[in-house]
């Protein structure tokens, strides 16, 4: 059994290498920075035909890059005495610590003296900066109008992290359109619903099945890991001659992931792992987001229902506005929604995206899908494109008047990449009409109450089997 671990390792790394050579930072799952999540997305021509122009847009967008919680920061302290335990084991056996890398000895956490975490980091306030100046760069028939909330509202959640990135988001987007300062900036209101209500941004918050659901399953997640995180300890632990437990290993890899996405360092903790590793690691992340936020159960996207249904009126509103020749001004042109990595990756699942026909006609049936085919085969289920740090969706409708058979029409951009949708014959630009038949209403049919009601008579949900290794 080692041996074959040894070779699939082997395998994975040459395929890595052999793939323009490997960068960590592109294999950070969720915490991938907006920017290296963009280098994975080839360009794509543009498939708007001539004559549409775009009326309304909608944005669900992730909070920027964040500081890890106070709580991984605790954790991070724990490693710390845990390797320097680990030395001092080493050394009073008089092994040899040649093997060790020098930054391991006495290592600290860079962040052992922070009493507060999660907040937005430099990196993510820029992140969302300029992502609000190439929207309304990329979209000037939709920006040119002067600045109001009910034009172009501004939602954000009661996370700070959330409602920060809104701003920043605004600072860019009306940058130069005001008189504040040498820069010019403007004033702008960002809304926000309580966190206990919020079934629009925060719903996986107020889902009471949904909860029971996610608890009863973490436990079965994490034994779905123990696999990689053994093999991975043993190569570790071999390779630089310290008794390396599982859980230090997971959060070496957490270690990692951070060094890389907020510091921008990838010579320490992610230096530890060869590429097949991190491939391996960073497809249990995704195995992780799959089960709990993704197409892993209906429950995790079907309760993101009153967020579609918000979409979709703001569509009609801007429909009918175009129809009855409303005057300027007088209705909205985008709504700007960021949230959480919670709340973009279910709104995903419910546009099918990363899928194609044959499983997006099986979650229409409500039948599960097959997970994330383990490395070294590829998935098109990647937490760094699906939803790193900024990572977004945008709903852009157009009107296409000279069209016959259509005037309206969806197109749908993934961190600002046109992406095709299953429920649509594979295009990014959808009839409207169709889009609601095909894609939204089988969701819709979804009452929020039924989903999320945790009737007193429900047994708990039991815990996943063991079906991907």
Request: hydrophobic share 40%.
């Amino acid at each position: 059994m080692f041996a074959i671990s040894i070779l699939v390792l082997l395998s994975i790394t040459a395929q890595l290498k052999a793939d323009h050579g490997f960068d960590v930072r592109h294999h950070l799952s969720t915490v991938t920075t907006y920017d290296a999540a963009k280098d994975l997305v080839k360009a794509s021509a543009n498939s708007i035909p001539d004559g549409c122009t775009p009326i309304h847009l909608n944005l669900v967008a992730r909070h920027g890059a964040r500081s890890p919680t106070i709580k991984r920061m605790r954790e991070l302290d724990k490693l710390a005495s845990h390797l320097e335990e680990l030395i001092k084991d080493a050394e009073e056996q008089k092994l040899s610590l040649e093997k060790v890398p020098l930054w391991l000895r006495g290592w600290k956490s860079p962040w052992r003296e922070k009493l507060k975490g999660g907040e937005l980091i430099t990196k993510g306030e820029e992140e969302m900066y300029n992502l609000g100046i190439r929207i309304r760069e990329r979209f000037p028939e939709l920006f040119e109008e002067e600045y109001h909330p009910d034009v172009y509202p501004i939602k954000a959640t009661q996370v700070p992290r959330a409602s920060a990135s809104a701003v920043a988001f605004g600072i860019g987007f009306l940058s130069e359109k005001g008189t504040l300062g040498p820069a010019r900036h403007r004033a702008f209101a960002v809304t926000s619903e309580s966190r206990a209500s919020d079934i629009i941004l925060r719903f996986h918050d107020c889902c009471g099945k949904y909860k029971a659901f996610r608890k009863s399953q973490e436990p079965a997640v994490d034994k779905l890991k123990e696999s990689v995180l053994d093999e991975i300890t043993s190569a570790l632990t071999s390779r630089y001659g310290l008794n390396f437990t599982r859980k230090n290993v997971a959060m070496l890899w957490f270690l990692c992931k951070q060094e890389a996405s907020v510091l921008d360092i990838t010579d320490q903790a992610c230096d530890l792992f060869s590429p097949s590793e991190v491939a391996l690691l960073e497809w249990t992340d995704d195995l992780e987001m799959f089960i709990l936020k993704g197409y892993g159960n209906s429950i995790n996207y079907r309760m993101g229902v009153p967020l579609l249904a918000d979409v979709v009126q703001s569509m009609e509103q801007a429909i009918k506005a175009k129809e009855e020749k409303h005057a300027p001004g007088s209705y909205e042109k985008a709504r700007l929604r960021f949230a959480h990595a919670e709340t973009v990756v279910p709104f995903t699942c419910l546009l099918g995206l990363f899928l194609d026909d044959s499983e997006f006609q099986k979650i229409q049936r409500e039948e599960s899908l097959e997970p994330p085919p383990k490395p070294p085969q590829s998935r098109n289920w990647r937490g760094s494109n699906v939803a790193p740090f900024a990572g977004n969706n945008m709903l852009v409708l157009h009107s296409c008047p000279a069209n016959s058979a259509s005037k309206y029409f969806v197109q749908v951009l993934h961190n600002e990449h046109p992406i095709p949708m299953a429920g649509c014959n594979g295009s990014d630009f959808c009839p409207f009409e169709e889009f609601k038949e095909k894609i939204v209403a089988p969701h819709l049919k979804h009452d929020y109450n039924s989903v999320c009601t945790v009737q007193p008579e429900e047994p708990q949900h039991k815990p996943a089997t063991n079906p991907f290794f």
